[in-house]
């Protein structure tokens, strides 16, 4: 239910991070709360009770330092004032957040999360057990990627390698990366030729091994033309086009039955309302090979569009209850 610093940094003695879990019906769901309180520790470091004689104060009612009056004030800068949430789970912690005042401030994270909530587990180790994640505490996954469920006590250990990394424990470099450099504690893994799944350098001609789409010829890959090829598969009425490593399917034109590529020039056969000119497929005008009106209706007139017609009203006149009237004010002759 909550996240631990970085591997390698340790909690000061304040309050440096507060990570409680929700309480339980909402199993599923973690919260994690990181409020920085060690302002507080450092404002009130030189301060005293306040009011009038401090030194009768501190003498009878104890070290300010180490007072609940100081921890009251250090609390109140960390959450939010709009933060319920917050404020609910320290309340819920106060018992804990006081033993641990009263210990002289021991390390918050290990005291709080790891040994009395038992919610959380040191950097580099995971699951109820804490047990060391893959690759070993000091350096998960070998610094090139995240241990699951590191710091918590949840997930598998396993290692969710960065990209360009790979392996159990993201000690190699991945497919499309080669070696740029190696030591015995580091790894820097670059990126491989666009079209190379495998490869020894950067070049195009390092690849051992193609990317999908791609085949393998003298170290290099050669796109494949899936379009000249059964690997294409586009549905009727489209074409194919073919890009770096795969293809495309467009649509044909609207004059098209089928179609070779594109525009009116490379269909198959032309759909209703076109005729073919030579290579094209070009729009019929309805209105004007018509021999008889096709519009009918009183001070109805044709207009072409694009693969057919429309009947409108003549100018002057708007379409009202199915029929073209003369454009005017309605209740006017």
Not at 97 to 103: A, D, I, K, N, S
Not at 253 to 260: N, V, Y
Not at 307 to 326: F, I, K, L, T
Request: proline share 6%; with cysteine.
């Amino acid at each position: 239910g909550c996240l631990p610093p970085q591997a390698g940094y340790r909690v000061p003695r304040g309050i440096r991070a507060l990570m409680i879990s929700p309480p339980g019906p909402l199993q599923g769901r973690r919260a994690l709360l990181v409020h920085a309180a060690e302002p507080g520790l450092e404002r009130t470091e030189h301060e005293g009770f306040g009011g009038g004689n401090t030194a009768w104060e501190e003498e009878k009612l104890s070290k300010y330092q180490h007072s609940e009056t100081r921890l009251l004030e250090v609390l109140e800068g960390v959450c939010a004032p709009s933060d319920f949430a917050c404020h609910q789970l320290l309340e819920r912690s106060e018992e804990h957040v006081e033993q641990w005042w009263q210990q002289q401030h021991p390390d918050f994270f290990q005291w709080l999360c790891v040994d009395k909530l038992m919610l959380c587990c040191p950097p580099g180790t995971y699951g109820p057990d804490c047990r060391s994640c893959a690759g070993g505490p000091r350096q998960p996954c070998s610094g090139n990627g995240r241990c699951d469920g590191d710091g918590t006590r949840r997930g598998t250990g396993l290692c969710v390698c960065s990209p360009g990394y790979g392996g159990p424990f993201c000690a190699e470099c991945g497919d499309g990366y080669y070696e740029a450099s190696r030591n015995k504690s580091h790894l820097v893994c670059a990126e491989c030729y666009q079209a190379c799944g495998r490869c020894t350098g950067p070049e195009d001609s390092s690849c051992l091994r193609c990317k999908r789409g791609w085949v393998l010829h003298e170290h290099r890959c050669i796109d494949i033309d899936e379009c000249g090829t059964e690997m294409a598969h586009c549905r009727a009425n489209q074409y194919c086009v073919n890009t770096e490593g795969s293809y495309e399917c467009r649509d044909c034109s609207t004059a098209c039955i089928g179609c070779m590529g594109a525009g009116p020039a490379r269909c198959k056969k032309c759909n209703k309302g076109y005729w073919r000119d030579g290579a094209k497929c070009l729009d019929v005008d309805e209105c004007a090979s018509a021999e008889e009106p096709v519009c009918t209706g009183v001070q109805e007139v044709c207009e072409n569009t694009e693969g057919s017609y429309r009947c409108v009203c003549a100018q002057g006149h708007v379409r009202r209850d199915g029929q073209c009237v003369e454009d005017k004010p309605p209740g006017m002759a």
